[in-house]
């Protein structure tokens, strides 16, 4: 179903579709592609392709966004950081998805009152009961890996912030046996890449959680490697029913579109993790991880992750190779 630019190209006009917010809420998961480009960068706020993406995360009620951020021991010339500090890193970023700046109003562009000048402005803004689910999701998150949960906010100075930390201070009542911790969001990304391995899970908001999981992603080698998965209440273990949203962490690439140079592990990893957290088809997930993994070690790499000593292919190719590997 079109989303985003195709959809603007379409007979629609607009970047969600009704027939596909519907199709989407009557699947049992959705795998998304990118969806931008520079073609569509001027248009008005309402036709960018990114509204159909939003429009697409609260129309499916997806208000956790789990961003792994895992060291492929293959690619670790690949890497920004140096290999005794990226090596072994496994962080899982919980971000919440459909509050916050993104979201909040008023928002919007005026004339100040005072000096006649425009102005552009947003608000952050979170009720309790969207702080406490992402709470929920990642003390359960944080419960099924190392049982440490490092919370990332700015309530030295924001309101919103100060709440965001009283709630999820209370629900840590919850869970005993996670160790919590508290960061600003400015000393956060500084730590992920002076010392990545300190953390294990971190729960923020919308906006800290965009940035934050990107600076992971590069720890990685590649945020093309990178998968995520955004989940509603049904798939957090809660009680509303709806299917979960998978899509890869790079954005599109128009630079290199119809060249055969994109990597598509990281939509490969996405599948993996659909059937694992969409589907509860955790075999067949396995299997799809472990043949990108197989495709690795047999060295075969895009232009991103590509080091000395392994063969530079191209997307059809790898993608060709994965299937090898799947296959055996």
């Not at 917010?21 to 998304?32: E, F, G, R, T």
């Not at 999701?137 to 949960?149: D, H, I, M, N, Y």
């Not at 080698?221 to 998968?227: A, E, T, V």
């Amino acid at each position: 179903m079109p989303i985003g630019g195709a959809a603007l190209d379409s007979t629609s006009g607009i970047p969600l579709p009704k027939e596909t917010l519907s199709a989407a809420k009557q699947s049992d998961a959705v795998l998304l592609g990118a969806i931008g480009g520079n073609k569509w960068d001027s248009n008005e706020k309402h036709l960018k392709p990114e509204t159909g993406l939003l429009q697409l995360r609260e129309g499916l009620k997806v208000f956790a966004n789990l961003r792994p951020a895992t060291f492929f021991p293959q690619l670790v010339d690949a890497s920004s950081l140096k290999k005794e500090v990226a090596e072994g890193v496994d962080v899982m970023v919980v971000r919440e998805l459909t509050g916050g700046i993104y979201f909040g109003k008023p928002r919007g562009f005026r004339k100040n009152e005072n000096y006649g000048e425009e102005i552009g402005f947003d608000t952050e803004v979170y009720a309790k009961y969207e702080i406490d689910r992402i709470a929920r999701v990642a003390f359960e998150t944080a419960r099924k890996r190392r049982g440490k949960l490092c919370n990332v906010d700015k309530a030295d100075v924001l309101e919103a912030s100060m709440f965001w930390r009283k709630c999820v201070v209370e629900i840590s009542s919850e869970y005993p046996d996670v160790e919590l911790s508290h960061m600003y969001a400015d000393n956060a990304a500084m730590q992920l890449v002076r010392y990545p391995k300190q953390f294990d899970t971190i729960v923020t908001n919308n906006i800290f959680g965009d940035v934050l999981s990107d600076v992971a992603s590069e720890i990685t080698g590649s945020i093309w490697m990178l998968p995520s998965a955004s989940l509603g209440e049904s798939r957090s273990h809660l009680a509303v029913q709806g299917p979960g949203l998978f899509e890869p962490r790079h954005g599109s690439a128009p630079d290199i579109a119809g060249q055969d140079k994109a990597n598509p592990l990281g939509t490969l990893l996405c599948a993996a993790m659909l059937l694992k957290y969409g589907l509860g088809e955790e075999n067949a997930a396995k299997r799809i991880k472990d043949a990108v993994l197989d495709t690795l070690n047999r060295g075969f790499r895009t232009d991103d992750i590509k080091s000395s000593g392994t063969k530079l292919v191209g997307c059809k190719e790898i993608g060709e190779e994965v299937l090898k590997s799947l296959e055996t």
